[in-house]
């Protein structure tokens, strides 16, 4: 299609014409995508994973507000409510929760069922994979196979979506940014480490629940290396909790480490890290005459805040006259690719980014340029959101770890 036909199909707004949409990954996130767009009139929905097979089975949280049916509800799901309502205006909010509620019955079910608790990825990996597959004519194709730059660049057509769902190696993250004389050597993504950690993660045969007091007692014997968790109750199971611990590390402890292994390399390899870990789960044991079902997970990772300065192809667009392949395409990126959280709120981060995606694609009348703007608008809101909350996570548990030492807290705080 020319470039101006092209335009003249953007300017009448999505509705007027079938669009292919491309998902490059499916993850949570992509699925998730996906599965909404199938529905939409006047899309037609291409779904690209290189892994043949879901075998993630780490536990994660997904946050309850996903599943919110009013403002209010949505609101009270927040612990920083006033963070949230600076970001978020009450009117957008209700357009947000409104559009929530015109969820397909089968895509809402899931979605109630895993804000109960925590749940294996792979569980919502596969769930979503079965929805798509199985819902009547589905206009959703799926590919298997690794995807480059090239080969989306060489497949997509002028007005075709693209949606970037491949995750923190986001494969078209950097892409969006025009390499010419004005933005040359210009970096798409802001990137902080906010520190390296040990995230344990085990089942416990019973309901617990651990607050603030909770977490400081049970580190009262661990001088070093505080282990901090995060308890909810799984989502198939009210008796049964996940708990899914942080210990901070040094970056040269971390290089000394595997990124994955079981609590008993740590015990052998660095016992009073171990110690931390044990000690906590030793007082959770005795107070709660329950114990852990199966293994610890340990995972041995960067925790990293970042975002993407432009999580959308409107600055090729403004070029359009350089030719570049995704300059005539409209790019998005979705989920990790879009922004990265520290503190595991990620999937529902990718999940609030894809429904507002949803949204904007299901008002035929939008301008292309509104969507793009609108979509840069949000991503940036969630971003600013989540770059609080995180921050101040990080200041708690810095302030947790030296709560008995007086002058060590003074360091860390400023008051005016
Ligand atoms: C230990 C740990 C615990 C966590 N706990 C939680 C939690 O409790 N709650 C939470 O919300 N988050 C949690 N997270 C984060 C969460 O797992 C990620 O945020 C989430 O997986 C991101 O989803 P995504 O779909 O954006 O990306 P991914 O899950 O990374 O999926 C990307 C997909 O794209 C595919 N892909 C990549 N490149 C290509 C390519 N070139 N061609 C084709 N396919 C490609 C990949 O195979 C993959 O399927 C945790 C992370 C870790 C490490």
Redesign the pocket.
């Known amino acids: 299609m020319a470039l101006n036909e092209l335009q003249s199909v953007e300017h009448s707004g999505l509705g007027q014409a079938t669009r292919r949409a491309h998902v ?7 699925l998730m995508v996906a599965a909404l767009l199938q529905p939409i009139e006047g899309l037609s929905v291409v779904l ?4 043949a097979g879901y075998t993630r089975l ?1 536990m ?3 946050e309850p507000y996903l599943a919110a049916d009013s403002v209010e509800s949505y609101r009270d799901g927040h612990i920083d409510q006033d963070d949230l309502q600076a970001i978020f205006d009450h009117d957008g909010l209700k357009e947000i929760i409104g559009f929530r509620q015109t969820i397909e019955p089968d895509l809402k079910a899931l979605l109630d069922e895993w804000t109960l608790g925590f749940c294996p ?1 792979n569980e919502i990996e596969d769930s979503l994979s079965l929805l798509i597959e199985s819902r009547p004519g589905s206009r959703v194709q799926r590919i298997t196979g ?3 730059l090239a080969d989306v660049q060489a497949l997509v057509d002028p007005g075709d979506i693209v949606i970037d ?4 190696n986001s ?1 078209l993250r950097d892409a969006l940014v025009p390499r010419d004389d004005e933005f040359e050597g210009g970096e798409n993504t802001v990137n902080l480490q906010v520190e390296c950690a040990l ?1 344990v993660t085990f089942l416990y045969d019973k309901n617990y629940s651990c607050n603030e007091y909770c977490k400081y007692y049970k580190n009262s014997e661990n001088p070093n290396y505080k282990f901090i968790p995060s308890v909810s109750r799984t989502f198939y199971d009210d008796d049964v909790s996940c708990v ?1 611990g942080i210990i901070r590390i040094t970056p040269d402890e971390a290089e000394l480490m595997p990124t994955q292994f079981r609590g008993e390399w740590l015990r052998e390899n660095f016992p009073e890290i171990a110690a931390s870990m044990d000690n906590f789960i030793a007082r959770m044991e005795s107070e709660t005459h329950g114990q852990i079902v199966g293994d610890l997970d340990i ?1 041995s ?1 960067p925790l990293n805040l970042y975002h993407a300065h432009n999580a959308t192809s409107r600055l090729l667009r403004e070029r359009v006259e350089s030719g570049h392949p995704l300059s005539t395409a409209l790019v998005f990126l979705v ?3 879009a922004i990265g959280s520290p503190y ?5 981060l ?1 999940f609030e980014c894809a429904m507002y995606l949803a949204q904007l694609f299901s008002q035929p009348d939008l301008d292309i340029d509104e969507i793009l703007d609108l979509y840069e608008r949000y991503v940036y809101k969630q971003w600013m959101y989540v770059y609080i909350r995180s921050k101040l996570i990080k200041h708690h548990k810095d302030i947790f770890e030296v709560l008995d030492d007086k002058m060590g807290l003074l360091e860390l705080i400023r008051l005016y």
């Open positions: 490059i990954g499916a993850g949570p996130v992509g690209y994973e290189k892994r780490r994660v949280h997904l990825l690794v995807m480059s769902c491949t995750g923190r494969l995230v899914t995972i990772i989920g990790d690719s595991f709120q990620s999937i529902s990718g």
